[in-house]
């Protein structure tokens, strides 16, 4: 079987992390990726370290696979080679603040006009519209102004920021997600869609709880921590060695987890329901510690998994990357570097489809202008 986009075209003129997350993802799925960079400079992360041999292992993980061209599009020659590659495209991406692209002359406007099958997908701090959209934004940006850091953390300390980039990562993935139901729309229609995706809004779109919170309680949450704030017992729990996670995420796992612990609690009144144990959620983390703490998190583990508890460790990335059941579904893959050796580490792709290539091995990131030789020939093709 061949990759699900294996006859799409993208050509992708983003930089840093959304954009160039979503390509990651169109890329891993089959799709063809033209990266058009800066001439001399590229993408801002070939300069960010950790560095093998000069060469940014941060830029490797987000763009292996990927070909690169280095277009000036103020320049009539780079332009016009620009005006070729649109002809064969299927997908545009774009991450430059609204109006950019209508300066350089490829606005949606125009595009839609010249090229009427063509998928424009943009992502912004702020999205296209609205009286914010010229704003900059980065990932801290929209994690602040979006909720997200008001309920990360722990209670009466300062927000903290989600240690993973997901201001960039979710628009990324919603921009993916946007452009693939655009494509599969097309089939019918035949004509492209502006696909439009603000950092901001995704930040919304994973508030999960904390929207429902609000409206129904009149107040918003605050961080609380590893407890969850609708679910109890679902948060850390000490053990005599450390910390472990207990997910007892219903009243039939309560039961259990109570019998596992010998703790008489599974009816009693203040622990009953769930809403009834979020009620009383301090009492019971201090009574279920009074038992874990008496042994190591491994007993712990081992005890409530045999009973169908919900549980885990709390790993560090390197034991994340040891993983054995990581391993088993090619989550860790080598990256090659430019000269076709294994260099870089990064994560597999997460969507497992039948009889799809799944790879534990990913092409190298280009070199910038590296395919230009490549891609001219292409072109000259037709």
Not at 144 to 166: F, L, Q, Y
Not at 231 to 243: K, M, Q, R, V, Y
């Amino acid at each position: 079987m061949s990759l699900p986009l294996s006859d799409i075209t993208v050509l992708d003129l983003t930089h840093v992390l959304a954009g160039p997350y979503c390509s990651m993802l169109l890329s891993d799925l089959g799709a063809t990726v033209i990266k058009v960079e800066r001439p001399g400079i590229g993408d801002d992360t070939r300069a960010f370290p950790p560095f093998i041999d000069n060469e940014s292992a941060y830029f490797a993980t987000i763009n292996h696979g990927k070909k690169s061209i280095a277009l000036n599009l103020k320049l009539p020659e780079d332009r016009a080679i620009f005006d070729r590659l649109l002809k064969k495209a299927d997908v545009l991406l774009e991450n430059y603040r609204p109006g950019v692209m209508e300066k350089l002359g490829y606005g949606w406007d125009t595009l839609k006009s010249n090229h009427p099958s063509l998928i424009y997908g943009a992502v912004s701090g702020f999205g296209h519209s609205g009286p914010d959209m010229l704003r900059p934004a980065y990932d801290m940006v929209v994690q602040a102004r979006g909720g997200v850091m008001s309920i990360t953390g722990e209670k009466d300390r300062e927000p903290v920021r989600v240690g993973a980039s997901i201001g960039d990562i979710v628009a990324g993935m919603f921009l993916a997600h946007g452009v693939m139901a655009a494509l599969f729309e097309r089939k019918s229609i035949g004509q492209g869609r502006k696909v439009d995706v603000a950092m901001l809004d995704s930040q919304l779109a994973i508030l999960e709880h904390a929207i429902a919170l609000t409206h129904v309680n009149g107040t918003p949450p605050g961080p609380s921590g590893a407890r969850h704030p609708s679910i109890t017992p679902f948060e850390t729990f000490h053990a005599s060695d450390g910390l472990f996670v207990i997910a007892a995420g219903n009243d039939a796992l309560f039961v259990k987890l109570c019998h596992v612990l010998q703790l008489p609690l599974a009816y009693d009144p203040r622990f009953k329901t769930n809403p009834d144990r979020c009620e009383n959620a301090r009492l019971l983390k201090r009574l279920i510690e009074a038992v874990t703490i008496e042994f190591p998190k491994a007993h712990w583990i081992d005890k409530l998994e045999n009973a169908g508890i919900p549980t885990g460790p709390i790993q560090s990335v390197d034991q994340v990357m040891a993983d054995p059941q990581i391993l088993a579904r090619n989550m860790i893959v080598d990256i090659l570097n430019t000269d076709g050796l294994p260099t870089y580490k990064g994560a597999g792709n997460p969507i497992k489809i039948s009889d799809m290539p799944d790879s534990t091995i990913r092409p190298a990131a280009p070199r910038l202008d590296g395919n230009r030789q490549e891609i001219l020939a292409w072109l000259s093709e037709d």
